[in-house]
T-cell receptor, first 112, second 114 residues
């Protein structure tokens, strides 16, 4: 089946940029997503990118997609303590609402 | 306030108990999902319902039994669970647009099986 892989942990200092990486295997992936999970809460959609794009920026968030290498990254500029959470990468094929595949999540720790 | 509400937030049960998890969505979506979240593992899709009809069952053991009486409510009935079933169970909903499926999650039920 499809796989989405992420490193489990990332630690950054407050004010620095964070870069969370993800690789996926499904070449038919059409939409790629980043979700955030804060302690004691469910996942919240942060941003997404369509596969015909290679970059999307939304305030402090920048998503980069390298479709050839099947690599997705999320950059958080000026990381704040409130950004401490688990970040999940996910992908789905076109029309694949049943087929969203998630990674393991990357726990981001922001050091004051 | 989340549009997807799950109860209870925490549940401790013995292996011989029967319990149910409840999920309600107030977003007018037509698809609802159960996911299992275990530490250091990807989220596992368990069941999908679209317009109350089950459209996906990812080889889930029969000790987990879903029920979807209408598009706003989803239950997960639990019976004779095993300790390895201890996990966070997340409910989600989406509006099936045949494309970009944004999932809206509840806060989950943290289940401990003793």
């Amino acid at each position: 089946g499809e796989d989405v892989e992420q490193s489990l942990f990332l630690s950054v200092r407050e004010g620095d940029s964070s870069v969370i990486n993800c690789t996926y295997t499904d070449s038919s992936s059409t939409y790629l997503y980043w979700y955030k999970q804060e302690p004691g809460a469910g996942l919240q959609l942060l941003t997404y990118i369509f596969s015909n794009m290679d970059m999307k920026q939304d305030q402090r968030l920048t998503v980069l997609l390298n479709k050839k290498d099947k690599h997705l990254s999320l950059r958080i500029a000026d990381t704040q303590t409130g950004d401490s959470a688990i970040y999940f990468c996910a992908e789905s094929p076109l029309g694949g609402y049943q087929k969203v595949t998630f990674g393991t999540g990357t726990k981001l720790q922001v050091i004051p | 306030e989340t549009g997807v509400t799950q109860t209870p937030r925490h549940l401790v049960m013995g292996m011989t108990n029967k319990k149910s998890l409840k999920c309600e969505q107030h977003l007018g979506h037509n698809a609802m999902y159960w996911y299992k979240q275990s530490a250091k593992k990807p989220l596992e899709l368990m069941f999908v319902y679209n317009f109350k009809e089950q459209t996906e069952n990812n080889s889930v053991p029969s000790r987990f039994s879903p029920e979807c009486p209408n598009s706003s409510h989803l239950f997960l009935h639990l019976h004779t669970l095993q300790p390895e079933d201890s996990a966070l169970y997340l409910c989600a909903s989406s509006q099936d647009r045949g494309g970009n499926e944004k999932l809206f999650f509840g806060s989950g039920t943290q289940l401990s099986v003793l």
